[in-house]
C-alpha cells in the first residue's frame, strides 16, 4: 500500500522538499508515502478562477493512481485526530489499497475532486499554504504510522 500526495504547484523551497522527504523517508516500504507535484494552471486576464480551478482538478484527477482510494484535504471537510489518522491507516493498510490525497491550488479543489472522494479531510480550519500542507500531511501520516506500530514518537 502506498499513499501518494498530490499537490497542485512546483518548484518548491528546499526547506518544503526538506521536510516533506524527511518525513517520507522514515515510512517503511509498505506504508511509502509519494509526492506527485500537480502543474498549476496558467493565471491569466483571460483565465477565469473556476476555469483554472477545473483545469487543475483534471490534472489531479488524471494523477490519481489506478484503484487508489481518493481522499480530499478541504476545509470543509471532517477534522482527523492523530488518533483517527492512524486508524485510518490500519484500515488502509489491512485492505492494501493505495490512497491519493488531494491538495488543491490556490483557489481550492474542483468540485470533480470532491465528488470523487471517498472522504474529506480537513486538517484544520485555518489556511496553511500549500507548501505547508506537504509537510503536516508527512508529519501526521509518519505519526499515525508509529502509533499503528507502538512507536514512542507520539506523545499525546
Do not use: N
Not at 486576464?45 to 490519481?64: D, M, P, Q, W
Not at 487508489?68 to 485526530?81: E, M, P
Not at 484500515?91 to 474529506?120: I, K, M, P, T, Y
Not at 505547508?132 to 507502538?150: D, F, K, N, S
Request: glycine share 10%; net charge positive; charged share 25%.
Amino acid at each position: 500500500m502506498r499513499i501518494h500526495l498530490l499537490g497542485v504547484g512546483r518548484r518548491m523551497p528546499d526547506w518544503v522538499q526538506a521536510g516533506f522527504d524527511e518525513y517520507a523517508r522514515r515510512l517503511p516500504p509498505e506504508c511509502a508515502l509519494r509526492l506527485i507535484e500537480i502543474e498549476p494552471a496558467h493565471r491569466g486576464k483571460a483565465t477565469s478562477t473556476s476555469k483554472a480551478i477545473r483545469e487543475e482538478g483534471e490534472r489531479l484527477l488524471k494523477a490519481v493512481p489506478k484503484g487508489a482510494g481518493i481522499i480530499a484535504l478541504d476545509q470543509r471537510g471532517r477534522a482527523w485526530s492523530t488518533e483517527r489518522l492512524a486508524d485510518e491507516l490500519r484500515g488502509w493498510l489491512a485492505g492494501g489499497r493505495d490512497q491519493a490525497l488531494l491538495v488543491g491550488g490556490a483557489d481550492g479543489l474542483a468540485e470533480d475532486c470532491l465528488a470523487r472522494a471517498d472522504q474529506h479531510w480537513s486538517l484544520s480550519t485555518l489556511t496553511f499554504p500549500h507548501p505547508l500542507v506537504r509537510i503536516l500531511v508527512a508529519e501526521q501520516v509518519y505519526r499515525a504510522w508509529t502509533l499503528v506500530q507502538g512507536h514512542p514518537y507520539h506523545r499525546a
